[in-house]
């Protein structure tokens, strides 16, 4: 399977701190990155009036990277703080989101004083970090976000998704770790718990299929609503999860 990104060798902090320059570039260029990027930005814009009828008081973007996600919540909310801690995603953050506020920080080892939110995103993140990243981040995470608040994340390397598997029935090496069940495993021991989970591309059921997935239109619009129950989330390459803090 094609991933811009890198692979989840060593500390994936270090991973993007020189790919501002080129990260959207190299996103726009791959057919399923590209379309994963285009469905997330649907979902969201859905869902977020949903779980926030009266607008997003305070929202943190965490791994904000370039602001893709943050340009897309922002509109929604009365306040954003993107943090990451690569100045040059950040350099380019700032071009794109010039009204918002960005924090150049690893919260994991900086103890800064943020406040709380009602809103916490994580995406293209989780499924790439090193399992003892992911456990530091999500013990933030759980404290920057308010009792009853939401942190909306994503999986987009889904080992067992269809494809994955097909990928390693023909002879593919195996890739990435992070099942959604582990995922929702790891946010309820730091407690969150998944009230929703939003399966993207599920349909796309050989590897072959990713590379050749066309931008987001009306026929992969309704595919992804046929496929789009939550039960499918197990087996789609990309699923958005909604996580709601314990009280
Ligand atoms: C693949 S990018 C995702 C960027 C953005 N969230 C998106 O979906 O396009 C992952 C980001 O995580 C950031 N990152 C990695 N470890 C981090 C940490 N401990 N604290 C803050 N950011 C971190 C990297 O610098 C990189 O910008």
């Excluded at 004083?113 to 456990?135: E, I, K, Y």
């Excluded at 987001?216 to 129950?229: N, P, Q, T, Y």
Aim: glycine content about 6%; hydrophobic content about 40%; proline content about 5%.
């Amino acid at each position: 399977m094609s991933d811009s990104e890198s692979t989840q060798i060593g500390d994936y902090r270090t991973s993007h701190i020189e790919r501002g320059e080129n990260y959207d570039r190299n996103l726009a260029k791959d057919p399923f990155d590209a379309y994963m990027c285009d469905m997330e930005r649907v979902h969201l814009q859905r869902i977020l009036p949903q779980l926030f009828p009266d607008g997003i008081a305070r929202y943190l973007d965490f791994a904000c990277g370039t602001a893709r996600i943050t340009h897309t919540v922002a509109p929604f909310a009365r306040e954003t703080i993107g943090v990451d801690l690569s100045p040059s995603m950040l350099a380019a953050a700032r071009q794109r989101c010039p009204g918002v506020r960005f924090v150049e920080a690893d919260l994991t080892r900086a103890a800064i004083d943020l406040g709380t939110f009602d809103l916490a995103t994580a995406f293209r993140f989780f499924g790439n970090a090193q399992p003892t990243l992911r456990q530091q981040v999500l013990q933030v995470l759980a404290d920057l976000v308010r009792p009853e608040g939401y942190l909306v994340l994503n999986n987009h390397r889904n080992p067992r998704s269809l494809a994955a598997l097909f990928h390693r029935l023909t002879g593919g090496k195996p890739e990435m770790d992070l099942t959604h069940h582990a995922l929702q495993q790891l946010l309820a021991k730091h407690g969150f718990q998944v009230v929703n989970s939003l399966p993207i591309g599920a349909w796309l059921y050989r590897s072959r299929m990713l590379g050749q997935v066309r931008t987001v239109d009306g026929g992969s619009l309704r595919r992804e609503a046929m496929f789009g129950h939550r039960f499918l989330a197990p087996v789609a390459p990309d699923t958005i999860l909604v996580a709601r803090r314990r009280a």
